[in-house]
């Protein structure tokens, strides 16, 4: 598996995998895509609990995060 280096990063850095694809992949896609003009970085509520509802249905699909050292 190919990990990005932002994403290798939040990994070595400490951040769990889960949380990173949650915040920093999912939600990101959905504000960009619901309000084009967003500031990454900013909490959208709405947006932050639809990423957490997918994130669980990916996992129930069987998705694994990737093993980080």
Same mark, same amino acid.
């Given at each position: @598996?190919?990990?990005?280096? !932002?994403?290798?990063?939040?990994?070595?850095?400490? @951040?769990?995998? #889960?949380?990173?694809?949650?915040?920093?992949?999912? +939600?990101? *896609?959905?504000? %960009?895509?619901?309000?084009? %003009? *967003?500031? $990454?970085? /900013? #909490?959208?509520? %709405? =947006?932050? #609990? !639809?990423? +957490?509802?997918?994130?669980? /249905?990916?996992?129930? %699909?069987?998705w =694994?995060? $990737?093993? #980080?050292a």
């Amino acid at each position: @598996m190919n990990i990005g280096f !932002l994403a290798q990063f939040a990994y070595d850095t400490g @951040m769990d995998p #889960v949380d990173y694809a949650e915040t920093n992949i999912i +939600r990101a *896609h959905i504000d %960009a895509h619901t309000d084009p %003009a *967003h500031f $990454p970085g /900013d #909490v959208n509520p %709405a =947006t932050a #609990v !639809l990423s +957490r509802r997918i994130l669980g /249905d990916l996992l129930d %699909a069987g998705w =694994t995060p $990737p093993e #980080v050292a």
